[in-house]
């Protein structure tokens, strides 16, 4: 499976942007970006995926850089509900999933 | 909206002794996935089925079995249980289609006495 990389941990503000980076060099082209978070004490959850091009929901964005060896987990304004593990997950259409090491988000007020 | 429910919520054993936890998927989704995350780790795929018949494995021990039935619930079942196996264990479902997104259950805990 490809790999993915991303910090170990990030803090935010509340209110603010956060950007959340995962370096994936190793992606094949037939690749989806998946992006799950973990809250404490609760089963990951989706957030958004993605193949080539950006795509926004109601939770984030998400921007794939042009080579898509990596991306950024977008969200616009970071409130205390976001703090969480976010996971950068790469898998082919119906393959499984496999975590890696997340970023835990801290979000301050 | 239905979610993936899981039983039980915990479960306390022994060592030696076995247990069933038990996934009941979002209605009309044909696939189940198991994950086990051990205390302050990512969560680790263990086994998935399609249909009843299992489509993947991942690093599921020898000592467990899991199963779909025809009503599309899964049962994980654990024999021999070491201490090493408490930990919290989540069921997902996916149904087909391109979204390809996995629904997680709130999970069981086991702890292994």
């Known amino acids: 499976d490809a790999k993915t990389t991303q910090p170990n941990s990030m803090e935010s503000n509340e209110e603010e942007p956060v950007h959340l980076p995962c370096n994936h060099s190793?992606?094949?082209?037939?690749?989806?970006i998946h992006w799950y978070r973990q809250l404490p004490s609760q089963g990951p959850e989706y957030v958004i995926h993605?193949?080539?091009s950006n795509v926004n929901n109601r939770m984030a964005s998400l921007a794939i850089a042009e080579d898509r060896k990596s991306s950024t987990l977008i969200l616009h304004r970071a409130t205390l509900r976001d703090a969480a593990v976010y996971y950068c997950?790469?898998?082919?259409?119906?393959?499984?999933?496999?975590f890696g090491a997340g970023t835990r988000l801290t979000v301050k007020p | 909206a239905a979610g993936v429910i899981q039983s039980p919520r915990h479960l306390i054993k022994e060592k030696r002794e076995t247990a069933t936890l038990k996934c009941y998927p979002i209605?009309?989704?044909?696939?189940v996935y198991w994950y086990q995350q051990g205390p302050g780790q990512d969560p680790q795929f263990l086994i998935s089925?399609?249909?009843?018949?299992?489509?993947d494995k991942g690093s599921i021990p020898d000592r467990f079995s899991a199963q779909q039935f025809s009503d599309y619930h899964s049962e994980l079942n654990m024999s021999s249980l070491e201490l090493g196996d408490s930990a919290l264990y989540f069921c997902?479902?996916?149904?087909?289609?391109?979204?390809?997104?996995?629904?997680f259950g709130a999970g069981t805990r086991l702890s292994v006495l």
């Open positions: 997902a479902s996916k149904t087909g289609g391109t979204k390809n997104i996995q629904y």
């Open positions: 190793t992606i094949s082209g037939t690749d989806y």
């Open positions: 993605g193949l080539t």
């Open positions: 997950i790469l898998r082919g259409y119906n393959n499984d999933m496999r």
């Open positions: 209605p009309r989704h044909d696939t």
């Open positions: 089925f399609y249909e009843k018949m299992q489509s």
